[in-house]
T-cell receptor, first 109, second 115 residues
Framework: RKEVEQDPGPFNVPEGATVAFNCTYS??????FFWYRQDCRKEPKLLMS???SGNEDGRFTAQLNRASQYISLLIRDSKLSDSATYLC??????????FGAGTRLFVKA | DAGITQSPRYKITETGRQVTLMCHQT?????MFWYRQDLGHGLRLIYY???????DKGEVPDGYVVSRSKTENFPLTLESATRSQTSVYFC??????????????FGQGTRLTVV
């Protein structure tokens, strides 16, 4: 079993839709959680951190469920520009940062 | 320009050849990392460096060598390239060794094909 697992998708949604991604992690000692965004043939870039209390950044909401060991990303009012691959990132301490394989999102007009 | 740059962006090499991928950052970040990204896998850590002359293995170090004589440079060498090393390689830098604790900045990637 992979340490960090994501549904690879692709998720195909119309503009304006709400879409949610989940990511599960296996190490209960994991300490930090993040979502990165990667555009096609580009480098990953930090989208947002995931805090225990949940956090929101505009149309994006991230949540952490330690009991069930998953994090989620909710995107409201999807835009064409949201089309990308979303990487779940889990840090278990030190340099041990695990990147998920990513979930592909296509937003269509 | 400030940032992290990788070179070359694209490279085709033959099996058995030695090839070096370059990474240069201008932020004076302490930590630098090399990842490879393959279809179906996340980014997997090859090597990382905490400072000049300090390097350590990551998850998939076999077949790779790194050095860091200067803070700003972190070259990755494939000693004898194999087809399984065909991949996209990303260099990253961060103020923290917890890459996801503080923002990690990635280079644009090097697409390496071993034929």
């Amino acid at each position: 079993r992979k340490e960090v697992e994501q549904d690879p998708g692709p998720f195909n949604v119309p503009e304006g839709a709400t879409v949610a991604f989940n990511c599960t992690y296996s190490n209960s000692a994991s300490q930090s959680f993040f979502w990165y965004r990667q555009d096609c043939r580009k480098e990953p870039k930090l989208l947002m951190s995931v805090y225990s209390s949940g956090n929101e950044d505009g149309r994006f909401t991230a949540q952490l469920n330690r009991a069930s060991q998953y994090i989620s990303l909710l995107i409201r009012d999807s835009k064409l520009s949201d089309s990308a691959t979303y990487l779940c990132v889990v840090n278990t301490g030190g340099f041990k940062t695990i990147f998920g394989a990513g979930t592909r999102l296509f937003v269509k007009a | 320009d400030a940032g992290i740059t990788q070179s070359p962006r694209y490279k085709i090499t033959e099996t058995g050849r030695q090839v070096t991928l370059m990474c240069h950052q201008t932020w004076s970040h302490s930590y630098m990392f090399w990842y490879r990204q393959d279809l179906g896998h996340g980014l997997r850590l090859i090597y990382y460096s905490a400072a000049a002359d300090i390097t350590d293995k990551g998850e998939v170090p076999d077949g790779y060598v790194v050095s860091r004589s200067k803070t700003e440079n972190f070259p990755l060498t494939l000693e004898s390239a194999t087809r399984s090393q065909t991949s996209v390689y990303f260099c990253a830098s961060s103020e923290s060794n917890r890459v996801a604790d503080t923002e990690a900045f990635f280079g644009q990637g090097t697409r390496l094909t071993v034929v």
